[in-house]
């Protein structure tokens, strides 16, 4: 069993800033890749950022620059520093886990509950 536990979400202006986190738990064996999605009303689910175990990181195109992904390998935990956030950013974020949890057998994936944030203008 993997649980993800995210927090940060928020209401905040535009212009300002919010910090998500997701700490996982469980069988952790390997957590190969951490990240955040998100999804606004009437829109399709998109990566935001991912980060691997061995900090490779990825950004979609608006919010590069603006948003920084990060993670704690020793607490299972990965960030998303948002700054500069604009009223597009307002969506549900959804804290994703690729892993394997045990030594033997395959990598699953796993979606935490989401978190809304919404930034007003």
């Known amino acids: 069993q993997v649980q993800l536990a995210e927090s940060g979400g928020g209401l905040v202006q535009a212009g300002g800033s919010l910090t998500l986190s997701c700490s996982a738990s469980?069988?952790?064996?390997?957590?190969?890749?951490m990240g955040w999605y998100r999804q606004a009303p009437g829109k399709q689910r998109e990566l935001v950022a991912s980060?691997?175990?061995?900090?490779?990181?990825n950004y979609a195109d608006s919010v590069k620059g603006r948003f920084t992904i990060s993670r704690d390998n020793a607490k299972d935990t990965v960030y998303l520093q948002m700054d500069s956030l604009k009223p597009e950013d307002t969506a549900v974020y959804y804290c994703?886990?690729?892993?394997?949890?045990?030594?033997?057998?395959?990598?699953?994936?796993?979606w935490g509950q989401g978190t809304p944030v919404t930034v007003s203008s």
């Open positions: 469980g069988a952790l064996f390997d957590i190969e890749v």
């Open positions: 980060i691997t175990g061995v900090g490779v990181t």
């Open positions: 994703q886990v690729f892993l394997r949890p045990y030594p033997t057998g395959g990598y699953l994936e796993r």
